[in-house]
């Protein structure tokens, strides 16, 4: 695997790449890797002739800076990870590669609604941080795909649209989330948790496939309601929103006319001041 620092070491690199036709799958991550991660990379090994994986803890996109300085970092490990999955480039650049002008400079990229509700409302200035910081990676990498995870669903519905109109060469792939084994959806920041915090944080899966296993029988507001029941009471965990919404907008779903197919369930919450999300599609509707 070849690690590359700099931006124009990777221009260099994939004008080669592309001088012999060949196709360019990206990933981008804030390292600390596992196993969801991973199956991002193994999806762009089979669409694509090169994947490129790049690590970066963009600071623009951190809310709360004190998330930014306990964010895992785990190079040499994640080094390892991918040298063993065979990626073919790691691209691992510096803060001042990315923000030469300094990190005040962002983009400013209209998102509609996108930016307004949940994790738009509670994490403010932080969808504008992720355009930023890939309008730099795409501009460097110029990838003909993306390969980014459903399991942080909005994100991904702000970068197909940033995307579509900046980038409309490049086609971005959602994946599905992988899970621990009981359910907890795979996340750099279950690191942080206690033992004890990660059977605390097992309840938002488990929240999300109750309403799924059981929206068909009854009134689904009266369902989310119930689920939502399982978050009181607990010293350790606050739950900040648990909401089924139109998976393609968003929008908030009228109960009486929503289209079945469209539906996703989405959940934030704070277990043990760690903030973890999860998202679950009503019905399976992948790229
Ligand atoms: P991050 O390093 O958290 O910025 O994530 C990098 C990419 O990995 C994003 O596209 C995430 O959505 C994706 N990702 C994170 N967790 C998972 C998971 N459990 N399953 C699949 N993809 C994931």
């Known amino acids: 695997m070849k690690i590359v620092y700099q931006i124009s070491e990777i221009k260099d690199l994939l004008m080669q790449v592309r001088s012999q036709n060949k196709t360019?799958?990206?990933?981008?991550?804030?390292?600390?890797?596992?196993?969801?991660?991973?199956?991002?990379?193994?999806?762009?090994?089979?669409?694509?002739?090169?994947?490129?994986?790049?690590?970066?803890?963009?600071?623009?996109?951190?809310?709360?800076?004190?998330?930014?300085?306990?964010?895992?970092?785990?190079?040499?490990?994640?080094?390892?990870?991918?040298?063993?999955?065979?990626?073919?480039?790691?691209?691992?650049p510096s803060v001042e590669e990315m923000y030469p002008n300094g990190l005040e400079e962002r983009l400013n990229f209209p998102l509609g609604l996108l930016e307004e509700v949940l994790e738009g409302e509670k994490r403010k200035g932080h969808y504008q941080g992720v355009v930023t910081i890939l309008d730099a990676l795409f501009k460097a990498i110029q990838p003909d795909f993306v390969f980014m995870g459903q399991k942080d669903f909005q994100q991904v519905l702000v970068v197909k649209t940033f995307s579509k109109e900046l980038f409309p060469n490049i086609q971005i792939i959602s994946c599905p989330t992988e899970r621990d084994s009981d359910g907890l959806a795979k996340s750099s920041r279950n690191l942080r948790l206690s033992a004890e915090a990660r059977q605390t944080a097992l309840r938002l899966s488990q929240a999300l496939f109750y309403i799924k296993n059981k929206f068909d029988q009854q009134n689904p507001s009266k369902i989310i309601e119930e689920a939502k029941k399982m978050f009181l009471e607990h010293p350790n965990v606050q739950l900040e929103y648990l909401e089924m919404r139109d998976s393609n907008t968003l929008e908030a779903l009228s109960y009486e006319t929503w289209p079945k197919n469209n539906a996703v369930l989405l959940i934030a919450a704070f277990v043990d001041s760690i903030r973890l999300i999860d998202v679950l599609l009503l019905f399976e509707e992948l790229d």
């Open 24 to 92: 360019v799958g990206f990933v981008p991550t804030m390292g600390a890797l596992h196993e969801g991660h991973l199956s991002l990379l193994e999806r762009s090994q089979e669409k694509c002739d090169i994947s490129i994986v790049s690590i970066f803890v963009n600071p623009t996109q951190f809310n709360d800076p004190n998330d930014f300085l306990k964010y895992p970092k785990l190079l040499e490990q994640d080094i390892e990870l991918l040298e063993n999955k065979k990626c073919d480039v790691l691209f691992c």
